[in-house]
């Protein structure tokens, strides 16, 4: 887009080059396992210790420690140097894109603030704390194998097993210093009501500190502008004498098309370019850039329609796992080069799997058109504390992630991991309504899926999860008795209900949300869903005949295969964990995208 800066952590609202300090790079690094560094006052006199390089962990190659041993308590330092022209009239804002666990922030010996959660972005105001000149900046990260805790993928345990990897401990995302003026703008929120041509924005002001202290004496404004390709589309103007604003934008044009309006879809993911100007007295005092893509994504029955038009999702499932640098990414290219590689196969969207990707993976789904399905990383415990967890970093996220178009469907829970008595506890079925209603109570637009795999309870479209190995059994499975597993009246294939008790089908579109993971023979390490296959021409028969089936069946509307790399000992990726196909990219895009006849739809009285 317009306004994009290539390695810039927070490209849907974007200042100009100059107001951002990227901290990544080399910081002194501590173990505390003993627990012993506030005591000694760690944020004041640093030990003497090795470095790290941020934002890789220390327990990849990539940290330049590598060492995969639990480590509950870390401790980060660095020199900040601030230039007296930058902290002039300005406010200091250190992003963290993503620290797990629990984080704590000194500032030249202050505390300046903490956070729990390991996969949302949060801030510390540290204007009142930092100086020009040199500033010391200290972090403790604050882990364990806690299983009330959002862990997704990682492990509780010493070593690897099933499918849970090495944990991810500290920061492992981008950490940058932000400079704002007193007055400026803190956050938007866009909609594009799609039947309308029409872009909702709600926009928060801050006229004087981080918390917006300062009153409003009438004399802001805040202008939105729009265009297409440096053609104008529209430009509004608003008083800002509030600390939210609300704008609604016409975004149809005939100078952009003769329809008026561009949508964003895969087959062509029109963006349009969005700036906003907060001014007081005739001069401006803030500009953000955004973007935003005009499109609709709902259920219509059976159907999910994107712009009215029903979708086939060919997804894939992606865990964002890479061999030295685990869940952080090597750099931006590497997430280029995973969306490239994953659309050349044939897929038209990914189900981002028990992970918030660094967000400018979502930037180049957004300009690429690759759907997107966010998932929350699971917990394994139920509890109050679990609860509270959840739902507290859940709603970060969906905030934090919510302007970009390729997100299409928001997905909090999975096969029951941290709920796992939902099939007939009432409490577990509840959180999963509240968290359901919470997300609705946000985003009203987007589908919901609780809880992906099986034993949904209230739920926008309804997803299984199934590893059969023959096509002709899927066939049967979900052609022949489909209305029997959604009647609850027989388990599918790995012994799981559709349905919570007490919770029916109600016509909702279907999903095969997991199926495939097949592996290639090898030196019987590491493992595949079902038996490795013996070479490349077994492998294309099986996953020809599950995929081919699978589009057979008139009443699903879509498939998520798994998945894009081998992880770690799971070896069932179509790539290996260095990016190299398997087979062939465009034997997978045949199949994927080949029409077939359909049959097997769903007949209720």
């Not at 940058?176 to 909702?200: A, C, D, N, Q, R």
């Not at 590497?334 to 969306?339: M, Y």
């Not at 029951?416 to 509840?430: E, F, L, N, R």
């Not at 023979?521 to 070479?535: L, M, P, T």
């Amino acid at each position: 887009m317009k306004y994009y800066q290539s390695d810039y952590p927070r490209p849907q609202f974007v200042r100009r080059a100059g107001s951002w300090v990227n901290l990544n790079g080399p910081w002194d690094f501590a173990f505390d396992d003993e627990k012993e560094g506030i005591a000694n006052r760690w944020f004041d006199a640093f030990p003497r210790g090795p470095k790290i390089k941020v934002p890789f962990t220390y327990e990849t190659p990539a940290g330049g420690i590598g060492d995969p041993l639990r480590h509950d308590t870390v401790w980060y330092h660095r020199i900040l140097t601030i230039d007296p022209e930058q902290v002039r009239g300005k406010r200091l804002v250190l992003h963290f894109e993503g620290s797990d666990y629990r984080t704590g922030l000194w500032v030249n010996g202050a505390f300046a603030g903490s956070h729990e959660g390991g996969y949302a972005r949060f801030s510390f105001d540290i204007t009142h704390l930092a100086k020009a000149g040199e500033n010391t900046i200290v972090v403790r990260v604050e882990d364990s194998f806690d299983i009330t805790r959002s862990r997704g993928k990682q492990r509780w345990k010493d070593e690897n097993f099933g499918c849970w990897y090495i944990q991810t401990t500290g920061l492992w995302k981008t950490v940058w210093l932000e400079f704002v003026g007193e007055e400026h703008i803190k956050s938007v929120k866009m909609t594009p009501v799609f039947s309308e041509g029409k872009l909702e924005i709600e926009a928060e002001i801050s006229a004087g500190g981080m918390d917006g202290g300062a009153s409003f004496d009438g004399s802001l404004e805040l202008e939105a502008a729009i265009t297409y390709k440096d053609i104008p589309v529209t430009k509004i103007t608003v008083a800002a004498g509030q600390k939210r604003i609300r704008i609604s934008a016409d975004v149809a044009s005939t100078a952009v098309s003769e329809w008026g309006l561009l949508a964003w879809a895969p087959e062509h993911p029109h963006l349009y370019d969005i700036s906003f100007t907060l001014i007081r007295q005739g001069k401006p005092v803030d500009e953000v850039f955004s973007y935003f893509g005009m499109r609709e994504i709902r259920v219509d029955g059976d159907k999910v329609l994107l712009n009215g038009t029903p979708l086939y999702q060919r997804l894939i499932l992606d865990q964002g796992y890479w061999k030295d640098s685990h869940l952080t990414p090597p750099d931006e290219q590497a997430l280029i080069t995973d969306i490239d590689r994953i659309m050349a196969a044939g897929y038209n969207g990914v189900r981002k799997h028990q992970k918030t990707e660094d967000e400018r993976f979502l930037y180049w789904a957004d300009v690429k058109g690759l759907l997107v399905w966010s998932e929350m990383a699971a917990a394994y415990e139920y509890n109050d504390e679990g609860v509270s967890n959840f739902t507290r970093e859940w709603m970060e996220i969906v905030r934090q992630n919510y302007n970009h178009p390729a997100i299409i469907t928001w997905t909090p829970f999975n096969e029951s991991w941290g709920v796992p008595q939902i099939k007939t506890d009432a409490a577990q079925q509840h959180f999963t309504q509240a968290i359901y209603y919470l997300t609705k109570s946000f985003d009203r637009y987007r589908p919901v899926i609780v809880n992906d795999g099986w034993e949904h309870t209230i739920s926008d479209i309804i997803t299984l999860h199934d590893y059969e190995e023959q096509g002709e059994d899927f066939l049967d499975r979900y052609g022949e008795h489909l209305e029997e597993i959604l009647d609850n009246r027989i388990y599918h294939s790995l012994s799981k209900s559709a349905f919570a008790d007490s919770f029916v089908y109600r016509g909702q579109p279907i999903i095969i949300s997991e199926f495939g993971g097949i592996a290639f023979n090898n030196d019987h390490s590491g493992w595949g869903y079902g038996n490795k296959v013996a070479d490349k021409e077994a492998f294309i028969r099986r996953f020809d005949a599950i995929t081919t089936a699978i589009k057979r069946i008139g009443a699903i509307c879509g498939y998520c295969y798994t998945q894009v790399t081998d992880v770690q000992q799971e070896i069932n990726g179509l790539m290996d964990m260095d990016r190299n196909f398997k087979v062939e990219p465009e034997i997978l895009k045949e199949i994927n995208e080949r029409k077939v006849s359909n049959f097997y739809r769903i007949h209720r009285g």
